[in-house]
């Protein structure tokens, strides 16, 4: 057939690392991906020098343009995909190659905004009560 099936043992996994080691893991190429879940490894036990994002992850989201295009390789009569650029994007969420965008960094700078923007409603919020009590 045209496919190519990968097979692990029960409980065990697919692993891409370069020819003749186990660790770490190798980057691969692909074109569309199509899955079920996909999951970050996000242990604390896997990581080092863990400390708290004080970037301005809204100011980074609202100042990076949204961008639709076509690949080089797609046909001009294909959908425009829609992205963001890495050469606009926040230096925090592109990969360590400077070819592309971290997702769960990407995701994960989302967070932070919508932590801020909560922030700011919870301030008008508290606003909006002082005023409709006669206060300034």
């Known amino acids: 057939g045209t496919h190519l099936y990968l097979r692990a043992s029960s409980g065990g996994e697919v692993r891409v690392t370069a020819a003749g080691a186990t660790t770490p893991y190798a980057a691969f190429r692909a074109g569309t991906i199509y899955y079920d879940t996909l999951t970050a490894s996000s242990n604390a036990d896997s990581k080092k020098d863990i400390t708290t994002y004080e970037g301005d992850g809204l100011q980074e989201i609202v100042t990076t343009p949204i961008r639709e295009y076509r690949l ?10 829609l992205g963001i650029v890495v050469q606009e994007a926040p230096a ?10 971290e997702t769960y960094a990407m995701i994960t700078m989302a967070w932070k905004a919508i932590q801020q923007l909560n922030e ?13 009590n006669g206060g300034i």
Do not use: F, S
Request: net charge negative; hydrophobic share 25%; aromatic share 0%.
């Open 120 to 132: 700011k409603n919870m301030e008008l919020q508290n606003r909006i009560t002082q005023l409709e």
């Open 92 to 101: 925090d969420i592109v990969d360590i190659k400077g070819q592309g965008i």
């Open 72 to 81: 080089l390789t797609d046909t001009d009569t294909e959908k425009k995909r």
